[in-house]
């Protein structure tokens, strides 16, 4: 992802120390997985409730 590449080329030429670097690393990983993750499960249940709607119809 262009937002991970991004805040690993800032974090490697920051003056954090590497246990630093590293932990800012995995977290931003874990946020952008998460919220990836979380848009995509909304997209599907709007995507059921539409579907839902148009059987109805």
């Known amino acids: 992802m262009k937002v ?3 805040s690993r ?8 120390d590497p246990a630093a670097a590293v932990a800012t690393e995995f977290v931003c990983e ?3 997985e998460f919220a990836t993750e979380f848009v995509a499960g909304l997209v599907a249940r709007l995507e ?3 579907d ?6």
């Open 9 to 16: 080329q800032k974090v490697s030429q920051s003056s954090l």
């Open 52 to 57: 839902m709607r148009s059987l109805l119809e």
């Open 30 to 32: 874990f946020v952008c």
């Open 48 to 50: 059921i409730v539409i």
């Open 4 to 6: 991970v590449t991004a």
